[in-house]
């Protein structure tokens, strides 16, 4: 079996977990779990952006963050105040759907930044 690579083991790690605290397949939509969404959001931010103050990322491998941290706040409102809403509803299971598509995505652009700073 192929060795880690020492640089991604703490975000395989974090994968791992976050997949299995998540429940990947019966994920559902909580405020707990869109709590956690933000923040992982914020900290992902603070870390590209600390990584492109450093140099460690040029201007061209920040720019697809930028983009989704804008489609991200486009998304991430909407789908609190429809968590809210939904709190009387039955299905919650359209706005759970989005959310973890784009929990999904900020996932890999965790990753792809941890990779990074291992690699500086």
């Known amino acids: 079996m192929r060795k880690l690579n020492s640089k991604l083991a703490p975000a395989v790690l974090f994968l791992a977990l976050f997949a299995v605290a998540c429940g990947v397949n019966q994920w559902r939509m909580s405020g707990e779990a869109l709590?956690?969404?933000?923040q992982q959001f914020l900290s992902t931010g603070k870390l590209y952006d600390t990584l492109f103050e450093q140099g460690s990322l040029t201007a061209e491998e920040y720019r697809p963050w930028a983009a989704f941290a804008e489609r991200f706040k486009v998304i991430y409102e909407p789908a609190v105040k429809s968590w809210l809403a939904a709190q009387t509803v039955k299905d919650k299971n359209d706005a759970a759907n989005i959310l973890l598509a784009v929990k999904n995505e900020l996932l890999a652009f965790y990753i792809?930044?941890?990779a990074k700073k291992g690699g500086s």
């Open 112 to 114: 792809a930044a941890q």
């Open 35 to 38: 709590d956690a969404v933000g």
